[in-house]
């Protein structure tokens, strides 16, 4: 047989072993199990479309998310950001706190303005990992510089933030990410510590 036209012939032995020609692999050990497509998605986190109400609650009782977005490049960019809910939108301001450079030259505006879809995590550690928990929110950004939702948001946002209260964001653009897809893992439950928090959703 010309060198050019060789392959290694792999056979199988009655053991179910493969072999190269008519001896046996060295060390070979099957670990194959049999495998279903719903043995795999029941280890997956509960993927769907809208908020549930453990989900919504959980959101409401924290503080904080990561913004993250990308350009027309698919560079990543990830923020941390202060955030209300309203029915399938989530919002965000762009507030007075130092930044670099002024909001509408902000990366994630200029990021959105170019790429709109975006993904929010909202996540809680805790020393006891019993309780820690995530949700991710996707979904369609857009930039609201005024008009009858923008100010809506403004006021959502300021009676969640009492900082913001003291600012002046009634000009600043709001982030209205509209929901498309909700993911979330781990324990949700809400405390009796954390229950007090009005998110507005």
Request: overall charge positive; charged content about 30%; aromatic content about 6%.
């Amino acid at each position: 047989m010309p060198l050019a036209d060789w392959r290694p012939q792999f056979r199988t032995t009655p053991a179910g072993l493969p072999t190269l020609g008519r001896t046996p692999i060295p060390g070979w050990r099957s670990r194959a199990k049999p495998c279903s497509i719903g043995a795999i998605d029941s280890h997956r986190a509960a993927d769907r479309h809208v908020l549930s109400d453990h989900e919504r609650r959980f959101l409401l009782t924290r503080r904080v998310g990561h913004l993250a977005t990308a350009d027309s490049r698919a560079i990543p960019h990830v923020v941390p950001v202060c955030f209300t809910i309203s029915q399938g939108t989530l919002y965000i301001t762009i507030d007075e706190k130092p930044k670099r450079v002024a909001g509408p030259a902000l990366k994630r505006v200029r990021n959105i303005e170019r790429n709109p879809m975006v993904a929010i995590v909202v996540d809680r550690y805790d020393e006891d990992w019993t309780r820690l928990g995530w949700v991710m929110l996707r979904g369609r950004a857009e930039i609201l510089r005024a008009g009858t939702e923008h100010d809506r948001a403004q006021e959502l946002l300021r009676s969640r933030y009492r900082q913001l209260a003291a600012m002046q964001i009634a000009e600043r653009p709001v982030i209205a990410v509209r929901l498309e897809r909700v993911t979330s893992w781990g324990n949700l439950s809400v405390g009796a510590d954390e229950a007090d928090d009005d998110g507005q959703a």
